[in-house]
Each structure stands twice: as C-alpha cells, then as structure tokens.
C-alpha cells in the first residue's frame, strides 16, 4: 500500500466510526508556548482534553504533521528515527473509550477492507495492571496469552513513570501494538506501529492510592505514517518507502554520489535526505533560519545537512535543489506546499551560501580543536573552541557535538553554555515571564465561564461583567490597590476591546462603573491579549476597586480603533497589490497593525525596485479613491476557498471562517477590525522597503492623517534643503547637490595635497622623538605611537607611508600606532615595515589591543590595520597599548 493511500485509508476508516476528520495542526502552534513544533497529534485538542470550552465534536481523526529533534543523531543511524514526520491519530473526548480503540485498532489493521496485516505478525503490550485491556485482546480480539505482554509503569504508561514520578494531572495506561515480518516470535520484541492510550486518571500526590478515575475518559492513539508504510510495504527501513526512497536518490544525485541503504554513505544521505524534508515543512510555514526558538532549529537543521553534503565532497550550494522533490512527496497531502517552493527555494540557497563561505575554515578549526584536545590528553573539545566555532565559524555548537563524537570526543558544553550566556546577557538578550497571562488562573477562569465574547467588529462600547482579576500570576476576588506598579489582568464575560491578534495591535481604553464601596471605579486598559479564547485587559486602576462579579461599562478609544481600521485595511490592499506587481510568490511572512501605520512582511528574493514601489503605491490608492465597499462575512472555510479567499501558510484556520473582501478584488481570510470602504483610508504613502532576513523584505507604509502629516513634514524638509542649498526651486536640488559634490571632492583633493606636505616635515620629528629599540642583528627599529589631535581619517595613512618610507629609508624599520577623534569617534591606524612583519611584529595585535581602550574593535593585515572606538577619552591609553604591544614584540 503506497503511503499516500495509508493516510487516505485511516482518515477514512474512522470517519467511518463517527470522528469527525480534522486537518492537521500546524507544524509550529502559535498559541501553545510550551512546544517549538507540533511533537503529536494530540496537541492541538488539548483542551478538549483538559474539558476547557464546548467543542463541536467528541471524537476526532487526524494525519498530524510533527517535528522532534530529541533523537536527532539518531536520524539516518536507524530504521525509524526522523526529524519531521506524519502521524496518525484518533481522539476522544468523553465519548468512545478503551473497548472501541482496541477494537477498532484491530479492524483497521487485519481487515481485509483496509490494511490487510496478517494476524499472526501481530502482538501486544499492555500496562501490568489494566486488566481490563488485557482482557478486551484476550477475550474480544482473541490473542492467545503469550502475544499478550505486560510492562511496568515505564514502557506503557503516559506519562511515563507517571505513577511513581509525576507529574500530576491526568494520565493512564496504554497499549501498543508490534508487528513481527513473517510471524510472532517472542524473543524479538517486534516494529511498535500503533500506541493507545487511555488517559482515564488523574495523579495526585505520591503513591500509593494516587491515582483517581476522570469522570470523562479520553483516548489519545498515535499510529507512525512512514513506520507503518515500511511494514506494509516489506521494506526494512522507513527510508524505503515510496515517499522516502527517491528523496534519498535525490539527495544522493546532489551531493555526487550512488545511494543505497547499506552502502557507507547511506547514513549521510538519509540525514540529508530527512533534515531537507523538515526544513522545506517549516520554511514552507513563515518559519526562517534563525537565532532563536524555532528559526535557530531550522538553521541547526539546515546547517547539518549542509555540512554532511560538504563532508562527502560538495562545496557549492545543493540543498535548496531538494525542495522540488520535497514537495512532490508531500504534495498529495499539502497541496499548499506548490504555492512557496520559490521562497523556500531562496531561502535555503542563501542559508547554505552564508554557510558554506565559512565552513572550510571552520572545518581547520575544528581539526585544530581535536588535535588540542589530543595532545592534553582529554575526552572533550574545550568550551571556548566550541564557543569560537559557534560564534564565529557558524560551526553550530550541536554540530561541533556530532562532530566530536566521530573522534570518540565529546564538547565541554558547560563552558560553551556560560560563555553563550555572557553573550546574550551584554547582547541584550533574555527571557521573561508574564504573570498577567500565567496559564493557571486564565484556564481556572475559561474552565468556569467559558470564553469572552467579542463585540468589537460592531460596537466600541458595552456594558459586562467582571469574570476574573489576576494580579501577581494568581486570581483574587478584589483588587483596590490603586497605582500599582505591575499591571493586572481583568477578564470580562463580553467585550468591544481587540485582544492583539494577526498582527493587529491590542485595543486600548477605559473600563469604569458608577457603583462599589469604594465609589467610582476607573481601570484604564493599556493592551488588550488573548489567552485560550479569553480576553484579558491589561493596565492599572486608577480609581475604586475591582471586584469579580461586578459590571462594568467597556469603552475602546474610538479613534484609535478607527486608525487601526485604516492601516489594516490598507494592508491587505497592499497585499494584493503586491500579487499584481511582482507576482504571487511574494507570499505574506508577518504584518504589524498600528494605528494609521503598517509593516508587511513578505517572501522575495530581491529589493522591490522604486518602479515597483510607486506602481504598488499607485495601486492602492486608486483602489482608495474607487470607495469601493469592504465587507466581512462569515462562513465555511471550503466556502471561502471557493471565492478564492487568500490563506495564510503557517495558521490553523477554523471550520467556520470569517472572510474581508474589499471590492471583489482583494478576499482574504481575516479576524481583524476594518473600515467599511476604501475610501476611508483617505491616502496610503510606502515610507521604507527593506531586508528583514533571507528572502524577506518588509514595507512598511502609512494611512490617513499620519500619511497626510508625512507628506506635509516631506514637503517641509525640501523647501528647507532649496532654501539651504539656493537651488531656486525643488526640481533643481538634484543639479545642486551634484555641484556640491564635486567642490566637496576637489576640496577633499587639497586636503589631501597638503596633509601629505605637512605630513612629510612632521614624520622627521616623529622619528627623531620615537622610541629606539635595539634589533637582535644590530640594526635597530623606531616605534611610534601619535594622537594626530583632530585630523582626518585620511591622514592616518598619509602619515603611516610617511613614517615607513623615511624611517626605511634611514636603516630604522617602523612600527607606528597612530589615532584621531572626529566627531566623537576614535579612528586608530597601526602600520608597520616589512622587515619587522618578517620578524612576526603585526599591526593588527596592537591595533586590537588600542582599540578596546577605546571600547571599539578591528583589524587587518600583518603590515597595516584599522580599528574604530566610541570612547576618545581613552586615546591616549590606546596609544599606550599599542605601543606595548609593539614593544613586547620587538624586545630581545
């Protein structure tokens, strides 16, 4: 059975028995902080699980796309292990239990209407005290005792351990299912192709006795997509199946060499092979090559494949030829996966590139790191190395791991983690913790009340009633506390306020009532969050008290939300003008909504030219002078693509959908506040068009009174720059400045003349007052070190050549230290004569040496270098330093 058919024939199969079939999650939830990807189909019915809200459905079936990294040198090693892969589940939420998923579980699997597997290949574990399971496959099923195995706590519980170690919440037994090629032997333990779980408990406390039956039990399965393919199949390895085998020829053909499973180069293929097929998923989602969260795993990911292909001798770009095949292996499934594979394509090219142009020093240092540790006598590359690699090399620190381990070495990561740490800490990075939205009081609340209703698309006023106040991270019943520092949460059973979503800002406003102990109440919301179909209104109480139970009038600042309105109208105007300028593939990757001001992010692989600008700006505004009406509807979701609504790749959207369409022309699916016609937006300006990361750019522009207020403060700055520069009128600035221009470059000319002639007379002095040091062959060397006091950058050198050039030319080598300040800032020049270079005297130690008395950096050749710095105060201990540095060198 081909793979494809595999997904089809499960989604079907338990459609059959009542679920009702759900697309897959995305593969990185933004709504769920305590996962980077989806790791499992259960995570996106969490909720469900945990009996917060009302869903429409008690059972469910899914194919999940999923990614987990905890095993991830063990991809391509064995026969199962992937980084991205499907797996397929079916749910239930108080409905079906143990009987039904074991049953069921059986059919799909040895019917001959769907899988087909023979009996006899298959067998089961349970946990040792769930008699009840044991029983449904001895009695109903019809195992014979010894296909019936039972494990400790460890091997089929869920949590594991969860008994004995915890956590508590709810958790429960679980059976899994084996299969055995050619016949049940119980020396072999079998291919785990389906896991059942009965969460039917909740744990409390230590054992013993802690365990207590749910009123509600759920099942939660997971059967492996590629796993069960394999066996179906009759291959030994996952990468053999259908879907798999030509990805790994593919990547093969790439990096120049024959593949097959056995063969020594197998493993890297299949590592390539699979880390290509994650990284196209993610990228495919908005999801870039970064530095943290998800984006540094998708760099990790793409610069370990990158390096296997280098490894096995390819040094050009090749990965980003495997996204084409990719997407024909998945595109049965994730038909959306053609719409990027030019983005996607882009991205990956420019990652490797970044890459690959330092990796073979990279490698050399690697080597050097190895062989240090060697000669020590350790087990382990040190931390800093690792440090040096990571930072500087792009040799990430995860790969400097695998690579070690060839070498049977391992890294000292506590040092490299300490030293990562420093980094951040004076790069400015950091974590924190929001207590307003802890999980625990938001879900007590939702659990109680359900989710706030919102007002807001007709109406910026409304009466409520209080639900809940966090303060500190925990619910209180009343908050009278008037000028607190931190900011509380107050959740309110229905509101007109926008909590921050799609990019759309959070509304701001007042919530205020006439009655209480206390008299008069007044909270004044400064951000308005979302917290699992919660609104929470973040700000201060100015006056009163807050108390649960209380009603409250709800007031939004109209005339921001009105300025909101326009920027986000204005960016889907501009999103569909950039499909009519540059095409479709410059797929949306972000927006920010601000009031009357918007930043779109969005797939390209070159600047927008000002041509494209201006024709994207004349585009929306003549959609804006058309009036045309912007309406908003909602309905279901297979409606909306029917219209040919917009989707945006990486967000889950629900099975009833709420769609804008402005004018017939630009439909996209939107949970955003709108202007109800274009002509509301009144102007739209593109202020800048820039980079924002590989294959991205980002225009951000302007819209109502804010683009009127630019425009005028435009036209203000040019007649002042006519005035300034006496051009007459606007339209001759440009002859002007070019004027301008070339006297500033003839003067430069002059200037240059004459600090050489004053530089030749000053360098005689310079040596005749530097410093003397004695040469092991006799000869001897000057050292100088200068503060040219204010003279251009320019005359660094100047005097530099000078200096070298008379002190050569009198038997005495050079080594100069020279610096100015302009304009606040230190420029540093360390230059020195050849006959010293040979002598190992480096202009770039001692520049780096001054430049960090000066708070700057820099460097350059062994016989002249440059440095800057922040601090001129600190000149003349550079110079100092400099000199030292220079000194030390040269003495005997």
């Keep these: 059975m081909k793979t494809d058919d595999l997904r089809a024939a499960y989604l079907d199969f338990f459609e059959g028995k009542g679920c009702v079939r759900r697309p897959s999650d995305v593969l990185v939830p933004k709504d769920d902080p305590t996962v980077l990807f989806t790791p499992a189909g259960m995570n996106q019915f969490k909720a469900e699980f945990l009996g917060l809200g009302k869903p429409d459905f008690k059972s469910a079936v899914t194919s999940q796309k999923c990614l987990r990294t905890g095993d991830i040198e063990n991809v391509g090693v064995t026969a199962r292990h992937h980084t991205f892969f499907e797996m ?151 990468f053999e199946i259908d879907t798999l085998r030509p990805l790994c020829e593919a990547a093969a053909a790439a990096v120049g060499v024959d593949y097959s499973y056995d063969a020594q180069t197998g493993r890297p293929v299949r590592r390539i092979a699979d880390h290509a097929r994650a990284v196209t998923m993610a990228i495919h989602e908005g999801v870039r090559p970064g530095n943290s969260m998800a984006e540094y795993v998708v760099k990790q990911l793409l610069r370990r494949a990158s390096l296997e292909g280098y490894l096995l001798g390819r040094t050009e770009p090749f990965l980003h030829s495997l996204v084409q095949p990719v997407v024909d292996s998945l595109k049965v499934a994730y038909p959306e996966l053609t719409q990027t594979v030019a983005s996607t394509v882009d991205t990956v090219k420019a990652e490797e590139e970044r890459f690959l142009s330092t990796v073979e020093r990279g490698i050399k240092r690697f080597d050097r790191a190895v062989e240090a540790a060697q000669k020590r006598g350790e087990n382990a590359i040190d931390g800093e190395a690792a440090w040096e690699l990571h930072g500087t090399y792009g040799v990430l620190v995860e790969m400097t791991e695998a690579l070690a381990a060839r070498h049977n070495l391992s890294v000292d990561r506590a040092k490299f983690e300490e030293l990562r740490a420093a980094h951040e800490e004076t790069s400015g990075r950091g974590a924190f913790a929001d207590s307003v939205m802890a999980s625990g009081p938001i879900d007590a609340v939702k659990k109680e009340h359900g989710e706030t209703e919102f007002l807001g698309y007709e109406q910026t006023e409304a009466d409520a009633t209080i639900l809940g106040v966090i303060a500190q991270g925990r619910l209180v019943p009343t908050l009278d506390e008037v000028g607190h520092a931190e900011p509380v949460g107050v959740i309110l059973d229905r509101t007109p306020f926008y909590a921050e979503a799609g990019g759309q800002v959070g509304d701001l406003g007042l919530l205020s009532s006439g009655t209480g102990a206390s008299g008069e109440m007044r909270f004044r919301v400064t951000d308005t969050q979302k917290e699992g179909g919660l ?282 230290i020279l610096g100015t300040v302009v304009d606040d800032k230190v420029a540093l020049l360390a230059a020195v004569s050849p006959a010293l270079v040979k002598l190992g005297v480096k202009a770039g130690d001692a520049v780096k040496a001054a430049a960090k008395e000066v708070g700057g950096g820099g460097g350059g050749r062994p016989d002249l270098a440059e440095a800057g710095g922040k601090r001129p105060e600190g000149v003349a201990d550079a110079l100092a330093a400099g000199a030292a540095v220079f000194r030390t060198r040269l003495a005997p």
């Design 535 to 816: 609104t929470v209104h973040l700000g201060h109480l100015e006056a009163g008290e807050l108390t649960a139970g209380a009603t409250v009038h709800a007031a939004v600042d109209a005339d921001r939300r009105a300025a909101i309105r326009r920027a986000h109208s204005a960016t889907h105007l501009l999103h569909h003008a950039l499909h009519e300028t540059i095409g479709k593939d410059a797929t949306q990757r972000g927006s920010v909504v601000e009031p009357d001001r918007l930043r779109f992010d969005f797939a390209h692989r070159q600047a927008v030219t000002p041509a494209e600008l201006e024709a994207i700006e004349d585009r929306i505004n003549l959609r804006v002078m058309e009036g045309s009406p912007i309406e908003t509807n909602v309905m279901d979701l297979e409606e909306a693509k029917t219209l040919g609504a917009m989707m945006l790749f990486g967000e889950k959207y629900p099975d009833r959908v709420r769609v804008v369409n402005a004018g017939g022309y630009s439909i996209e699916f939107c949970g955003g506040t709108h202007a109800t016609n274009t002509g509301q937006l009144g102007l739209c300006r593109i202020v800048s068009e820039e980079s924002v990361g590989t294959g991205v750019r980002r225009i951000t522009a302007v819209t109502g009174p804010r683009a009127i207020r630019e425009a005028r403060e435009a036209g203000t700055v040019l007649k002042q720059a006519t005035e300034l520069l006496k051009a007459g009128k606007p339209e001759e600035l440009p002859g002007r400045l070019t004027a301008l221009q070339e006297e500033l470059k003839e003067a430069r000319k002059q200037l240059a003349a004459a600090t050489a002639k004053s530089a030749a007379g000053g360098a005689e002095e310079l040596l005749e007052k530097a410093e003397t040091i004695a040469l092991p062959d006799g000869t001897t060397a000057k050292i100088v070190a200068h503060d040219l006091n204010g003279a251009p950058r320019e005359a660094l050198r100047t005097l530099a050549d000078t200096l070298r050039k008379k002190g050569e030319a009198a038997g005495a080598p050079v080594a100069a």
């Design 88 to 238: 397929l589940g079916n749910f239930s939420f108080g409905d079906y239990f143990k009987r039904e998923a074991i049953l069921w579980a059986w059919e799909f699997l040895t019917s001959k209407q769907w899988l087909g597997m023979n009996p006899d290949e298959l067998n089961v574990t349970v946990y040792e005290d769930d008699d009840e399971a044991a029983a449904i496959w001895a009695n109903e099923v019809g195992l014979e005792e010894v296909r019936i195995r039972r494990h400790g706590e460890h091997d089929n519980f869920w949590p594991a351990g969860a008994p004995t170690n915890g956590p508590d919440g709810v958790c429960g037994p679980c059976s899994e299912i084996f299969h055995h090629p050619g016949g049940f032997d119980p020396s072999k333990e079998g291919t785990e192709i389906w896991n059942l779980v009965f969460t039917q408990f909740e744990r409390k406390g230590a054992p013993p006795n802690n365990l207590t039956p749910l009123p509600a039990k759920n099942i939660d399965t997971g059967m492996g997509l590629e796993r069960t393919a394999a066996v179906l199949q009759g291959v030994k390895a996952n």
